[in-house]
C-alpha cells in the first residue's frame, strides 16, 4: 500500500510540474506558444488531466480556468496522499 501511495503521488507530482511548466511558458512565450515544441510537448501530457476534469467540472465553468482547476486539483490531491501516507 505504501508502495501505491508513493507511485500515485509520483505520477501526480509529474502532472502537476508540467502543467506549473505549461503555464510559466505560456507568459514567458505569449501568444507564440502554440508554435513552441516544449509548450506543445507538456500538452500533450497534459492533456488526459485537463479532458478529465472539464468532464467532471460543471458546464458554466469556462475553459481557460480549466488548467488552472486541474493543477489546484492535483496540488490538494499530492498533499492529501502526503498525509495520507503517514498513517500507512
Same mark, same amino acid.
Given at each position: 500500500?505504501?508502495?501505491?501511495?508513493?507511485?500515485?503521488?509520483?505520477?501526480?507530482?509529474?502532472?502537476? $510540474?508540467? $502543467?506549473?511548466?505549461?503555464?510559466?511558458?505560456? $507568459?514567458?512565450?505569449?501568444?507564440?506558444?502554440?508554435?513552441?515544441?516544449?509548450?506543445?510537448?507538456?500538452?500533450?501530457? @497534459?492533456?488526459?488531466?485537463?479532458?478529465?476534469?472539464?468532464?467532471?467540472?460543471? @458546464? #458554466?465553468?469556462?475553459?481557460?480556468?480549466? #488548467? #488552472? $482547476? @486541474?493543477?489546484?486539483?492535483?496540488?490538494?490531491?499530492?498533499?492529501?496522499?502526503?498525509?495520507?501516507? @503517514?498513517?500507512?
Amino acid at each position: 500500500m505504501f508502495f501505491l501511495i508513493g507511485a500515485l503521488r509520483a505520477v501526480i507530482e509529474l502532472i502537476g $510540474l508540467c $502543467l506549473l511548466g505549461q503555464g510559466v511558458l505560456s $507568459l514567458i512565450a505569449g501568444a507564440g506558444r502554440a508554435r513552441n515544441p516544449i509548450y506543445r510537448f507538456l500538452a500533450i501530457l @497534459t492533456a488526459p488531466p485537463r479532458q478529465l476534469v472539464r468532464r467532471l467540472a460543471p @458546464t #458554466p465553468v469556462p475553459d481557460a480556468f480549466i #488548467p #488552472p $482547476l @486541474t493543477f489546484l486539483i492535483a496540488l490538494f490531491s499530492w498533499i492529501g496522499l502526503a498525509y495520507l501516507r @503517514t498513517f500507512v
